[in-house]
């Protein structure tokens, strides 16, 4: 008996590793998949939809047994050989779900706001990538070059500055000197003191940093306010209260999903000032980009600004994909749809399309909501 608990201890792990790993990788694998997926249904001008994993269970069945026979040696009858042997058995259930309701509809189609956007650039993420993925347009404010530059092949020229601007912001971020903060400033209010009692008083000194001008018979109450994430090339806690308040109310007059930017000359990357708003879209437009530009609107080439440094990467596509009629044999992971084959393209700039691949990935999980669902369909795979 503790031979055999022995055996059943040893299976036990190395079945749960497995299994373990080998789901983690099937969930993974069918994520990609549907991305692929769905690019695939945006560039053929088909609705979009998604499948989930909500939940696996894989039970484990072990059986043991035990014998003995005669040895092949020795005389006959009187040495026994011992025998042990075992089995194992897994039968996984696996529910899948439809990911659609008004909820997850809605999350799909709203635009994401700007904490999303400054989550990822505090990752690392190249603000390159992200922008030319999230980003819908460019909106700047005055001077020759104020107006709205839409990150969308066909809109020529606005498509190219906009492609210059991130790059831009690409070259500071490079370098080192890109910040993405909030604007923090105190505001402060005044009122009359007899209108407040001592209890009030006691209560407001929780929230409020609170001062008394005898000589004006006034309450001055002081607040420390976390406003609206900026782009920028400088410290925005070097500049004076006023100046971050005032930048914070004109981002606030602005879309949730707008992210201001405020590239000012005298700091790194200041040759080029740039004052204004990247407008970010939804998943649903994201996916939909890059869908219509494998043929119905193309990116190319746009090289950078006179003013800008040199830059890294510049790639033509945002995310390059390889479309054929057969199934190409050298990329990690396609999905057919229709007539064609969706991968990522092998080719020069794979590096970019990987990680771009992988944002994306990050992205839908922002979108997604929780798939544990009443009466969820189950599919059973019994091995």
């Known amino acids: 008996m503790p031979i055999l608990c022995g055996l059943q201890g040893c299976f036990s792990p190395l079945a749960l590793d497995r299994a373990v790993i080998e789901y983690d990788k099937v969930t993974t694998d069918i994520l990609s998949k549907q991305l692929l997926l769905n690019i695939g249904r945006a560039h053929q001008h088909q609705p979009m939809h998604f499948t989930g994993v909500s939940n696996i269970a894989a039970t484990f069945n072990f059986q043991f047994n035990a014998g003995a026979t005669p040895a092949f040696t020795g005389e006959v009858g009187s040495v026994m050989t011992p025998i042990f042997g075992g089995t194992m058995s897994e039968n996984p259930t696996i529910s899948i779900v439809p990911i659609e309701g008004e909820e997850f509809t809605r999350r799909l189609l709203t635009p994401f706001q700007e904490n999303k956007l400054t989550m990822l650039l505090r990752q690392g993420v190249d603000v390159d990538l992200v922008l030319r993925l999230l980003a819908g347009e460019l909106r700047l404010n005055g001077g020759k070059q104020g107006g709205v530059y839409l990150n969308k092949p066909t809109d020529g020229d606005g498509y190219r500055l906009f492609r210059q601007a991130v790059l831009h912001l690409s070259a500071i971020q490079d370098s080192h000197k890109l910040f993405v903060e909030p604007l923090v400033f105190s505001r402060s209010w005044n009122l009359p003191a007899e209108s407040l009692n001592a209890e009030q008083l006691a209560v407001l000194q929780k929230d409020y940093k609170v001062e ?54 005298g700091y790194p990357g200041g040759e080029w000032p740039l004052h204004g708003v990247f407008r970010l879209r939804s998943f649903h437009n994201v996916l939909n980009f890059i869908g219509q530009t494998i043929n119905d609107d193309p990116e190319y080439p746009v090289d950078k600004h006179p003013l800008t440094p040199s830059v890294s990467e510049n790639p033509v596509q945002t995310m390059a994909l390889l479309v054929s009629e057969d199934e190409p044999p050298s990329t990690e992971i396609s999905v057919r749809f229709g007539d064609n084959y969706y991968a990522l393209r092998p080719e020069t700039g794979y590096q970019w399309n990987r990680e771009g691949f992988r944002l994306l990935c990050q992205i839908f999980q922002m979108t997604m909501t929780d798939l544990a669902r009443k009466g969820a369909p189950e599919i059973t795979i019994s091995k």
């Open 212 to 265: 008394f001008s005898a000589d004006q018979k006034k309450v001055i109450l002081t607040k420390r306010v976390t406003g609206r994430i900026l782009l920028t090339n400088f410290d925005p806690a070097t500049l004076s209260n006023d100046e971050r308040l005032r930048l914070h109310e004109e981002a606030d007059q602005g879309a949730e999903n707008d992210v201001s930017v405020d590239i000012r000359a």
